[in-house]
């Protein structure tokens, strides 16, 4: 499954979220968006309605600092909405995010 790249790197309107190992990031996101872009790769043959991502792409004219994916995320905190958020080395893996996931794909 892992064949095609050793690294992933997850960008949201043109900003780097996460970055790591394929294996790491694809089953253990750190980054709400990570998860959430994850929860849509359709993997039931049931017909059941896929799920998306609430909210919509904020447009290049409403990017505002903080972070990108603040209004469609569902762990956002108030610094979220204001300055710059860094990158994050977590131990051979980067995350954009004040409140990572703990790695395993589910709010804290």
Do not use: K
């Not at 993997?43 to 004219?61: C, T």
Request: aromatic residues 4%; neutral net charge.
């Amino acid at each position: 499954m892992y064949e095609n790249a050793d690294e992933v790197a997850v960008l949201y309107g043109g900003v780097l979220m996460e970055r790591g190992p394929a294996r790491d990031v694809i089953e253990r996101p750190m980054h709400p968006y990570t998860a959430a872009l994850l929860a849509c790769v359709p993997h039931r043959r049931d017909g059941a309605r896929q799920v998306g991502i609430e909210g919509s792409v904020p447009s290049v004219a409403d990017w505002r600092p903080g972070c990108r994916f603040v209004s469609r995320c569902s762990v956002a905190q108030a610094q979220c909405q204001s300055g710059s958020i860094p990158l994050a080395d977590l131990g051979g893996r980067s995350v954009r995010c004040v409140t990572p996931l703990a790695g395993t794909g589910a709010p804290p």
